[in-house]
């Protein structure tokens, strides 16, 4: 979950512009035997002992635990839940400063999945899933969307009843990425050592001319989801072929760049032709 540091942060945070938001993991385990009313009191202890802790760096969160960063997914968690109340904006003081509502429209997901549920002044509650069309399909999410309102109902109706087993449907969708490219290929660690060297380029442009080793992890290096997006974004607008799935399965310049250029079509015919 994503919580608000301005008010923990001091008052240089509060009297400042801009977005102070930190990213929150809470842990819930489930069992068939539990019900929606233990959950809630569960989750509920979870969050506040989590929130009392809101402004401490989710970077920090996963140094101290040493987490293993995955081919594939962001460290310690890959879903997102905000639960958002628009309205209570409206009834706030803001000094003079007018506040016009504007379209969320998102071109990148930075999570696997990712559900926002948003609360209107008129009673209703609405919900949105976003996820990465790259690990997941629409037949999965359409899926979840249906058992999450039959969830919703339980924890309306039933709330002492137990929540029963799970039923196994739900899958990832296979990943469709190309592999990377074996290292002897001549063609391909050619052209990759170029590639490399341009999304250096664009990382040292994009960062104030931090630099960044072909072989070191971008994320181990510091690198965040956001970070992942603005790179994949200006990768693009240089005329570089390169995803965020690319940079998940492949977090090192060097193979993304073999990674790029096994997709080239210029190394293609080299290769057919040996």
């Known amino acids: 979950m994503l919580a608000s540091t301005r008010e923990l942060t001091g008052d240089a945070a509060r009297h400042a512009l801009g977005l102070f938001i930190n990213a929150v993991v809470v842990r819930t385990r489930l069992t068939h035997r539990d019900t929606p009313a233990a959950v809630l009191d569960t989750v509920r202890e979870a969050a506040l002992a989590a929130y009392a802790h809101a402004d401490t760096p989710f970077a920090d969160v996963v140094a101290a635990l040493g987490a293993p960063r995955a081919g ?23 000094a003079g400063l007018a506040l016009d509502e504007f379209s969320d429209v998102r071109h990148r997901v930075v999570f696997e999945l990712e559900l926002d549920v948003v609360e209107h002044p008129d009673g209703r509650v609405t919900g949105a899933f976003s996820y990465a069309n790259e690990l997941v399909g629409g037949a999965f999410v359409e899926a979840l969307a249906a058992g999450y309102l039959a969830a919703v109902r339980q924890f ?63 994320f181990e290096a510091g690198a965040t989801s956001f970070d992942v997006v603005r790179f994949v974004d200006a990768a693009r607008a240089a005329g570089v ?3 965020i799935g690319d940079v998940f399965a492949t977090p090192q310049l060097s193979g993304l760049g073999r990674r790029i250029a096994a997709r080239s079509p210029a190394v293609a015919e080299v290769r057919d032709a040996g």
């Open 156 to 218: 309306v109706e039933a709330p002492h009843e137990a929540l029963g087993a799970a039923e196994p449907r739900f899958a990832c969708a296979p990943q469709t990425g190309d592999a990377p490219p074996a290292a002897g290929d001549d063609a391909v660690r050619a052209q990759g050592e170029r590639t490399a060297r341009a999304l250096a380029a664009i990382w040292r442009d994009l960062f104030d001319g931090r630099g960044l080793a072909h072989d070191d992890n971008l």
């Open 241 to 243: 072929a390169l995803s």
């Open 72 to 94: 594939l997914g962001n460290p310690l968690f890959q879903v997102m839940f905000n639960y958002l109340r628009p309205a209570g904006a409206a009834h706030r003081n803001w």
